[in-house]
């Protein structure tokens, strides 16, 4: 790798996250703001500042995750190290937006002040990008180590979210969350090459909205969602909404609840020994001959039979 030059050892720290940079950089007040827990991104804000008294080498941070960092001032005199080796970091400038791949254990050497706006982004988050956009997970975000860029769509993002760590009780969870998902597609597209397959199927949902049509069937097992509730989720008409769910799934929403309260019925047969009533019960059947009736056309066996050649 360019740059290179010679090689120190550092252990290996154990937190992760975003407040794990923070910490490491000594910066434990610095302003943090996650996403909230509806967006499921894992993707969080930070504004890390340090003055001339913070100078020296930071401990190393490794995290399965990237940090993509605006400059708000310049800072020329700096060493970065990757797992022990030394980068010559260039043009860290006013402006200019650096990637981190925080999963080669980073350290940094300060003998300047600096200022950055960052987005931490985990791997994780990049997986379920792509899959939303049905595209190949994303291993690199391609960049140089070391060597800032110019990226004005990302620096106008990271600049916009200012405000808000400055107030964080202030600020707009649902703000927070799309800004947050607009700057970490912006890096996927630009950097994970991401883009969409052309195998989808056409007229089916979205993997975003197939996830969150069977997230909230699981949650509700007892039937206790419509399919307006269902619809509205996926952002769909009722109509488009069913349609597009039997082309993903093959099957109507109401079947595949059904699929799924007689598997949650057979792991309950075999790990249990509830009565036949209350397993019906916990599994959304509206009493045991409903469970029964529907348990033996699904399994072609009645839950009693079932169970008996089952059981552990």
């Known amino acids: 790798m360019r740059g290179y030059s010679h090689s120190v050892q550092f252990e290996q720290r154990e937190s992760t996250g975003p ?4 910490d490491s950089l000594n910066l434990k007040r610095a302003p943090v703001l996650q996403t909230s827990t509806a967006c499921k991104s894992g993707l969080a804000f930070l504004e ?13 941070v490794r995290d399965d995750a990237f940090l993509i960092a605006l400059q708000l001032q310049p800072c020329p005199d700096f060493d970065l190290y990757a797992d022990g080796r030394l980068i010559r970091p260039r043009e860290f400038d006013a402006g ?14 300060r003998r300047d002040p600096f200022h950055a706006v960052d987005l931490y982004i985990p791997r994780k988050s990049l997986d379920a990008l792509a899959e939303d956009a049905n ?4 291993d690199e975000l391609r960049h140089e180590p070391g060597k800032a860029l110019q990226d004005p769509i990302a620096r106008h993002l990271l600049l916009s979210i200012r405000p808000a760590l400055a107030a964080p009780v202030q600020a707009s969870e649902l703000f927070v969350d799309h800004l947050a998902m607009a700057l970490a597609t912006h890096v996927a597209h630009t950097y994970g090459g991401m883009r969409a397959r052309s195998d989808a199927k056409s007229g ?7 996830r969150r049509a069977k997230e909230l069937l699981a949650a509700n097992l007892t039937g206790g969602i419509t399919l307006a ?6 952002e769909l008409s009722i109509r488009h909404f069913t349609r597009a769910f039997r082309e993903s799934t093959g099957m109507s929403p109401h079947g595949w609840l059904l699929q799924l309260r007689i598997e949650k019925a057979k792991r309950l047969l075999k790990s249990s020994h509830r009565m036949l009533a209350d397993i019906a019960l916990e599994c959304g059947f509206a009493d045991q001959s409903h469970f029964t009736r529907v348990f033996q056309r699904a399994a072609g066996l009645s839950p009693g039979a079932w169970q008996r050649m089952h059981r552990r």
Request: hydrophobic letters at 50%; aromatic letters at 4%; charged letters at 20%.
């Open 229 to 234: 509730d269902l619809a509205k989720a996926c």
């Open 19 to 22: 407040r794990a940079i923070t």
């Open 135 to 138: 595209a190949p997970v994303i």
């Open 204 to 210: 089916a949902l979205a993997h975003w909205q197939e």
């Open 48 to 60: 890390l500042a340090s003055g001339h008294e913070d100078v020296g080498t930071t401990e190393p």
């Open 96 to 109: 200019a937006v650096a990637i981190f791949d925080l999963r080669a254990n980073l350290a940094i050497d």
